[in-house]
């Protein structure tokens, strides 16, 4: 079974320049999490989707980051314009509503921002 | 918000032997779940755990949800050199139903 998928794996990119992470739900979930991953603050959720529709996007740093689900197995995290400070782990992760705790996650998106 | 203390950031250990990490929160959670996390992946939800008191085993893992629903802990018995990693836990409170991640800890097994 084919399970959470996110590209591109590795992401270097200079400062200023626009990052879009890309994840592909599990076949049959309704509900999609962004979450970043650093030393110092850990695991944060970013913000996340049930059947598509945004529910809480309090996680999100600031307006640089946007993210978008146009349709019911793919989602969109955007940085733009991006800085050093982004430089994470993006993962996402999936579940079936109602058992959103139950949460499968991709492997990751290492992004390095110069 | 709310925040979990987990215990020990680190451990390493000799193989065979037994591991014991923890979590501890001022607020009540609902669920609690322990993650794996393996070099240069994603968590994997090892044990989910739902009503206070609760003991759940998986294997070698045995994971048990405190009585006052602020606090679990995780064993692992017997371990072996694939258990390497970082182990999560994480909390769920509210209608939401988020996830509060501890700060993980990572253990290592020697040979």
């Known amino acids: 079974d084919a399970g959470v998928i996110q590209s591109p794996r590795h992401e270097v990119t200079e400062m200023g320049q626009e990052v879009t992470l890309r994840c592909k739900l599990i076949?049959?979930?309704?509900?999609l999490f962004w979450y970043r991953q650093t030393m110092m603050r850990g695991l944060e959720l970013l913000i996340y989707f049930n059947n598509n529709v945004p529910i809480d996007d309090s996680g999100m740093p600031e307006d640089r980051f946007s993210a978008k689900m146009p349709n019911a197995s793919f989602s969109t995290l955007k940085i733009q314009p991006s800085e050093p400070r982004d430089s994470a782990v993006y993962f996402c992760?999936?579940?079936?509503?109602?058992?959103?705790?139950?949460?499968?996650f991709g492997p990751g998106t290492r992004l390095l921002v110069l | 918000g709310q925040q979990l203390n987990q215990s020990p950031q680190s451990m390493f250990i000799q193989e065979g032997e037994d591991v014991s990490m923890n979590c501890t929160s001022s607020?009540?959670?609902?669920?609690w779940l322990w993650y794996k996390q393996d070099p240069g992946e994603g968590p994997v939800l090892l044990i989910a755990?739902?009503?206070?008191?609760e003991l759940t085993s998986n294997g070698r893992l045995t994971a048990q949800f405190g009585i006052t629903r602020k606090d679990s802990f995780l064993n692992i018995s017997a371990s072996i050199p694939s258990d390497v990693g970082i182990y999560f836990c994480?909390?769920?409170?509210?209608?939401?139903?988020?996830?509060?991640f501890g700060s993980g800890t990572q253990l290592t097994v020697l040979p």
């Open positions: 607020s009540i959670f609902n669920t």
């Open positions: 992760a999936s579940s079936l509503w109602p058992a959103q705790e139950t949460q499968y």
């Open positions: 755990l739902y009503k206070a008191g």
């Open positions: 994480a909390g769920v409170s509210g209608s939401a139903r988020q996830l509060t």
């Open positions: 076949s049959g979930h309704n509900s």
